[in-house]
């Protein structure tokens, strides 16, 4: 489904945005009013202007002081591969955007991230899986980095990690598996002008409870975890 036509399913009222460098800056009018639209489309490379444009967004919605709820758009490769970003990006810029979206959600602004296309490594990591909620398309990806990409990187054998993969959720990419292990909150299967504005409402009665992760209780729960509490509970009484 083209991205046009997913928007103005999810955002049937007066709905306005441009694009600019893969980035998307927009807004509609839902239940709540006027809600904000941040992210990134076309399977954008995520780089150090990407990273700042969103970060300052973000600041400016919150610097308003009105506690506008934001939709966070989701559509990244992951982060850019020169050397610039390299260096700059994951513990720079990445994390000075993932700082704003934190700052955001302790500020008591509604917020949610909509995967549509792709949601790869550190791009996702640093603004639409620090929302309140992921939300993601049937036929979204999601995933840190394909099974011959980790091979290389943990020196796993590839046919280990293959073999892995149809059992454990942690090693095999996938939109189901990451509803599994608690990182998406739900798959939009059908869409309406009603789920973007429920999510957000229904945020506003508990909003507090978002500062807690319970993301690997749900991971249990959906059985995409099993080992994790058991583990970390270990650590802390160590």
Same mark, same amino acid.
Not at 40 to 58: F, R
Not at 73 to 97: K, P, W, Y
């Given at each position: 489904?083209?991205?046009?036509?997913?928007?103005?399913?999810?955002?049937?009222?007066?709905?306005?945005?441009?694009?600019?460098?893969?980035?998307?800056?927009?807004?509609?009018?839902?239940?709540?009013?006027?809600?904000?639209?941040?992210?990134?489309?076309?399977?954008?490379?995520?780089?150090?202007?990407?990273?700042?444009?969103?970060?300052?967004?973000?600041?400016?919605?919150?610097?308003?002081?009105?506690?506008?709820?934001?939709? %966070?758009?989701?559509?990244?490769?992951?982060?850019?591969?020169?050397?610039?970003?390299?260096?700059?990006?994951?513990?720079?810029?990445?994390?000075?955007?993932?700082?704003?979206?934190?700052?955001?959600?302790?500020?008591?602004?509604?917020?949610?991230?909509?995967?549509?296309?792709?949601?790869?490594?550190?791009? %996702?990591?640093? !603004?639409?899986?620090?929302?309140?909620?992921?939300?993601?398309?049937?036929?979204?990806?999601?995933?840190?980095?394909?099974?011959?990409?980790?091979?290389?990187?943990?020196?796993?054998?590839?046919?280990?990690?293959?073999?892995?993969?149809?059992?454990?959720?942690? %090693?095999?990419?996938?939109?189901?598996?990451? !509803?599994?292990?608690?990182?998406?909150?739900?798959?939009?299967?059908?869409?309406?002008?009603?789920?973007?504005?429920?999510?957000?409402?229904?945020?506003?009665?508990?909003?507090?409870?978002?500062?807690?992760?319970?993301?690997?209780?749900?991971?249990?729960?959906?059985?995409?975890?099993?080992?994790?509490?058991?583990?970390?509970?270990?650590?802390?009484?160590?």
């Amino acid at each position: 489904m083209q991205m046009k036509t997913i928007l103005e399913a999810l955002f049937p009222n007066e709905l306005e945005y441009h694009i600019d460098n893969s980035m998307i800056r927009g807004s509609a009018d839902t239940k709540l009013g006027k809600v904000e639209i941040i992210g990134t489309v076309d399977s954008a490379a995520m780089n150090q202007l990407i990273a700042m444009t969103l970060a300052n967004e973000i600041l400016d919605v919150i610097a308003k002081g009105q506690k506008t709820p934001i939709v %966070f758009i989701v559509d990244t490769m992951g982060q850019d591969s020169s050397r610039a970003d390299e260096l700059l990006c994951l513990n720079r810029t990445f994390a000075h955007l993932a700082s704003c979206v934190d700052l955001l959600r302790r500020s008591a602004h509604p917020n949610i991230a909509i995967v549509l296309g792709e949601a790869v490594s550190g791009g %996702f990591l640093s !603004y639409g899986l620090m929302a309140n909620q992921v939300f993601a398309m049937q036929s979204s990806q999601v995933k840190v980095m394909d099974l011959n990409a980790m091979s290389r990187v943990t020196k796993i054998p590839l046919d280990k990690l293959k073999s892995l993969s149809q059992t454990s959720a942690i %090693f095999a990419p996938g939109v189901e598996n990451y !509803y599994a292990m608690g990182a998406v909150d739900d798959i939009w299967k059908e869409l309406d002008g009603h789920l973007v504005e429920n999510a957000l409402e229904s945020q506003l009665i508990h909003i507090d409870d978002f500062l807690t992760d319970d993301r690997r209780q749900v991971a249990e729960e959906r059985k995409g975890r099993l080992l994790c509490n058991e583990i970390v509970q270990s650590v802390l009484t160590a």
